[in-house]
Structures are given as C-alpha cells and as structure tokens.
C-alpha cells in the first residue's frame, strides 16, 4: 500500500496520487500521511500509551511538546482510550493495543490507514470493525 515493497508490475494509487511515479523525498512525504497497522502491534513495551502513541509525532521532530499532547489525547479519544493514557501495553487488552496501533498511525495527521484484514475487532465500537482474511482495508480519516 505504502511501497514498503514494490509490485512486481502495475501502479499503485492512493488517494488519487501515483505513489509508483514518486521520487524518494516525494514516497517519504506521501507515506507520513498514510498510516500502517500490521498484525503484530510492535507496541514499545516500556512506553505507556501515551508514548506509543506520541512515538512517531517525536520521531518527526516537528512538533512542539504541547503538539504532541494535544494530538495524543486526540488520538486516544478517537479510539476510546482517553482513561488508559498512563498504562504499559502488559496492562492492556489485546483489543485495547489494537486501538493504541490505530491511534498512533493517526498521530502525524494521517488522512488514510490500511490495515491487513484478518486483525478483527475485538470490540463492536472498534473503528474499523471486522473484515474479511487476508484482504487490506483502508479507511479516510480525513
């Protein structure tokens, strides 16, 4: 979806814009806005919620601390996680670390997140509900 890896042949488009055509400056751009969930949540085990979900906004280097605040508590209340800002992913539910993956995708701003389908919800309010195995889903947060 995001040229981690590269077809074989074709083109790939996301949101109206050819990613294949794009230079490496042009991909890295493009990518910030489009966030990844894979099957396994990679959660930093000794950061809280909130430090996994403010992980890429201070990789990026371009955020003021109150920023970065302000958008995790955003992040975490699209996701139902406003309460768990303070817990380590050992204190969570395997639906809860989901939702702090969904979360910190959403972080940097991103207007688009694809995920691999077989991560089903565990919660019927979960953001992107069940899909169907092995097929990837998008959906626009813009």
Same mark, same amino acid.
């Given at each position: 979806?995001?040229? +981690? ?7 790939? @488009?996301?949101?109206?814009?050819? =990613? ?6 042009? +991909? ?14 990679? =959660? ?5 919620? @909130?430090?996994?979900?403010? @992980?890429? =906004? ?5 955020? $003021? !601390? ?10 975490? /209340? ?6 768990? =800002? ?5 204190? +969570? ?10 979360? !910190? /995708? +959403?972080?940097?701003?991103?207007? !688009? ?6 991560? $089903?919800?565990? &919660?019927?309010? &979960? ?11 998008? $959906?626009?947060?813009?």
């Amino acid at each position: 979806m995001n040229l +981690l890896e590269r077809p074989d042949s074709g083109r790939v @488009f996301v949101s109206g814009q050819e =990613l294949t055509a794009l230079g490496k400056a042009q +991909l890295r751009d493009a990518r910030q806005k489009i966030g990844m969930i894979f099957q396994q949540s990679n =959660l930093l085990q000794n950061a809280t919620v @909130f430090g996994n979900i403010a @992980f890429p =906004l201070r990789i990026h280097g371009r955020h $003021r !601390r109150a920023e970065i605040t302000e958008r995790v508590r955003a992040c975490a /209340a699209i996701v139902g996680l406003s309460d768990r =800002l303070d817990h380590y992913p050992a204190q +969570l539910s395997g639906g809860q670390k989901q939702r702090v993956v969904i979360a !910190r /995708a +959403l972080a940097p701003g991103t207007q !688009r997140v694809a995920r691999r389908a077989h991560l $089903r919800a565990r &919660h019927r309010n &979960h953001p992107f509900g069940a899909g169907h195995p092995g097929r990837t889903s998008t $959906r626009n947060w813009a």
